[in-house]
């Protein structure tokens, strides 16, 4: 059976906000890095699918101002944070500064890029409202370094 290593990871102990660089892949010299940006408890609290399709928008555009070599972030499946995955080396805690930079924009913005039928396969699923109030839970929060500890 392959390894999948989020399902190795004991949701039950982990302590969300956090970033947690969740796997590395290197091929030659290429080096890929997967982040876990963890917005809410899991198991406890879920982002409801318009916030998360907004804050999947806000996020894609904004944090790649803040950070070079971002292939993609995606939504987990479950609904507590987001899955980014970039090229090379960085560190948890340059994540966490621009992400903390880019939720604080997304608490004040009024634009959400990409929402029209042309643009985007669900335009009619979005909420600004929403997507800032996560923002601002998961600021007021603070978001740890270490997934098990609240370490800031």
Not at 26 to 35: H, Q
Not at 104 to 118: C, G, H, L, R, Y
Request: with cysteine.
């Amino acid at each position: 059976m392959a390894r999948v290593e989020s399902f190795e990871l004991d949701h039950n102990t982990v302590k969300a906000p956090y970033v947690r660089l969740a796997g590395t892949e290197k091929n030659g010299e290429a080096l890929i890095e997967k982040y876990d940006l963890r917005f809410l408890q899991p198991n406890e609290d879920e982002l409801p699918t318009a916030a998360v399709h907004t804050l999947e928008h806000l996020l894609a555009v904004n944090l790649r101002d803040h950070l070079e070599g971002i292939i993609d972030i995606s939504p987990m499946g479950c609904r507590t944070g987001f899955y980014m995955i970039m090229w090379n080396e960085h560190s948890p805690k340059e994540i966490r500064d621009a992400l903390v930079k880019v939720l604080t924009f997304i608490a004040e913005t009024d634009f959400v890029p990409a929402v029209s039928a042309k643009e985007c396969g669900n335009y009619k699923d979005h909420s600004l409202f929403s997507a800032q109030e996560y923002a601002k839970i998961v600021l007021e929060k603070g978001i740890s370094l270490d997934p098990f500890e609240r370490v800031m």
